[in-house]
């Protein structure tokens, strides 16, 4: 079931997310969800840092590698003509320490390198599990250094977009977006709560490879994903 907008929503204008629910087959997602299942906590520190490309030509080294195949296929027709591959990563977080804040995905080592912000065309998240919390906020508003997380001034303007397993958002690459905590506030920072394990994958749709971003066979980390179709 597609929906045009996010599940949740504070203002009409503030509306920059689309949703699908059911985004892939049964037997894939649940072969996805088993996968992330069996990496368990391995390299979670490094989680966010660990991230890989994919050239959508090419086959499936990974059962990520497979969901991003049938997912773009979801995405908007003028997105799909511009889309060479996909960068992702795995997302897992406790519920009542997120440790992300706010930000615009953006192309990290070209930046550091002088070729200025290049954000992906298209930015998406494929929830695997239902957590108490852990929204997902995305808006049009900057991120905000000066508050905690990052978070944009104006918190009214935001899509908010609930948890769900199989379920699939995407927005422009150049939004600002981050995660509430267990209670679905801006996080302050530690808690002394731990909440709910969230699990997502996070897929980045690019016209042109990221610097520096290894494909998933480069690296020796997150076996359990590796595909069956090779």
């Not at 989680?47 to 296929?73: D, H, I, M, N």
């Not at 494929?126 to 852990?134: A, D, E, H, P, Q």
């Not at 049009?140 to 699939?168: T, Y």
């Not at 808690?191 to 520096?212: A, D, F, H, K, Q």
Request: hydrophobic share 40%; with cysteine; glycine share 8%.
């Amino acid at each position: 079931m597609q929906r045009d907008r996010a599940e949740l929503s504070a203002s009409p204008e503030g509306r920059c997310v689309t949703l699908l629910d059911e985004a892939l087959p049964d037997f894939l997602f649940a072969r996805l969800l088993r996968a992330v299942q069996q990496v368990g906590d391995e390299n979670i520190r490094a989680t966010y840092q660990t991230t890989f490309w994919f050239p959508l030509r090419e086959r499936a080294g990974s059962v990520v590698e497979e969901a991003a195949l049938a997912l773009v296929k979801r995405l908007p027709r003028a997105a799909r003509a511009r889309v060479r591959g996909v960068e992702w990563w795995l997302s897992r977080m406790w519920t009542a320490d997120v440790p992300v804040d706010f930000h615009r995905d953006h192309d990290i080592r070209r930046e550091k390198r002088g070729g200025g912000e290049v954000h992906p065309l298209v930015s998406s998240v494929l929830f695997l599990s239902r957590v108490r919390g852990g929204l997902l906020a995305v808006t049009e508003e900057p991120p905000d250094p000066r508050r905690p997380a990052c978070a944009p001034e104006r918190l009214d303007r935001m899509d908010l977009v609930r948890p769900e397993p199989n379920r699939f958002a995407w927005f422009g690459g150049a939004l600002t977006h981050g995660v509430l905590d267990d209670r679905n506030r801006v996080p302050q920072g530690k808690s002394r709560r731990r909440g709910e394990l969230r699990r997502t994958v996070v897929l980045n749709w690019w016209s042109s490879r990221p610097w520096g971003v290894p494909r998933f066979g480069e690296r020796r980390v997150y076996r359990a994903l590796g595909s069956r179709v090779m």
